[in-house]
């Protein structure tokens, strides 16, 4: 079956210093999505990728697809405490008519004020 | 944006019992919700895909005897957890997604707690 790989599994870093955590899946996707998750809460939706080589920005962070539709990328430039969580990638395939989606390990940030 | 509710939050039970969470879509019709299980600190693995007015299909090693699953309607599915054990401790979070959309809209999650 599908696997996503996430790497790193943690991440430390002073507050203002860049932040990034890659994705790679086993098989090619139709689409990655990337979801942020506080301490305690549920995940909740960043964005989609679905074009070979995309890239997307929402202010600070920015969201890369691979050429291959296999990997992904997620950038955070300086880093402020509010962007401490995990964030999963998560590889979609359709299987019949669900949309399932396959997470990855995630990459727990940790920003040191 | 579209909101899903899972009830209840958190619950404590008995080895041996059931406990049943729901899971609805409060502004939109959802004909698949999905069921996760995340441990802590791991990521979410999917237990099974729950279908309006069919059975649920379920991930290669969910039991479907334990974990019950019924979508008896566009907007709520619910999991029941049957004959519990302390294992089976952990946080259950349900997602749904718009008919015209890809985006996973994810419940609150439920906390369960085995003694």
């Known amino acids: 079956g599908q696997q996503v790989m996430q790497i790193p599994q943690y991440q430390h870093v002073q507050e203002g210093e860049d932040f990034t955590t890659y994705c790679n899946s086993s098989?090619?996707?139709?689409?990655i999505q990337w979801y942020k998750q506080r301490p305690g809460g549920h995940p909740v939706f960043l964005i989609q990728l679905v074009k070979s080589g995309e890239v997307k920005k929402q202010k600070r962070l920015t969201f890369q697809f691979g050429e291959a539709k296999k990997n992904s990328s997620l950038h955070i430039t300086a880093t402020q405490t509010t962007d401490v969580g995990t964030y999963f990638c998560a590889g979609q395939e359709m299987r019949g008519s669900a949309r399932q989606l396959t997470f990855g390990s995630g990459t727990q940030l940790t920003v040191l004020p | 944006g579209a909101v899903v509710s899972q009830h209840p939050s958190r619950v404590i039970c008995k080895s041996g019992t059931s406990v049943k969470i729901e899971c609805r879509s409060l502004?939109?019709?959802?004909?698949?919700m999905f069921w996760y299980r995340q441990f802590p600190k791991q990521s979410l693995m999917l237990m099974a895909t729950s279908n309006e007015g069919s059975k649920a299909t379920y991930e290669q090693g969910v039991e479907k005897d334990k974990f019950l699953i019924n979508h008896a309607s566009l907007t709520l599915s619910t999991l029941t957890v049957t004959s519990a054990h302390p294992e089976d401790s952990s946080f259950y979070i349900c997602?749904?997604?718009?008919?015209?959309?890809?985006?996973?809209?994810f419940g609150p999650g439920t906390r369960l707690t085995v003694t």
């Open positions: 502004d939109f019709q959802a004909t698949t």
């Open positions: 997602s749904a997604n718009p008919v015209s959309s890809y985006e996973q809209y």
């Open positions: 098989t090619t996707l139709s689409n």
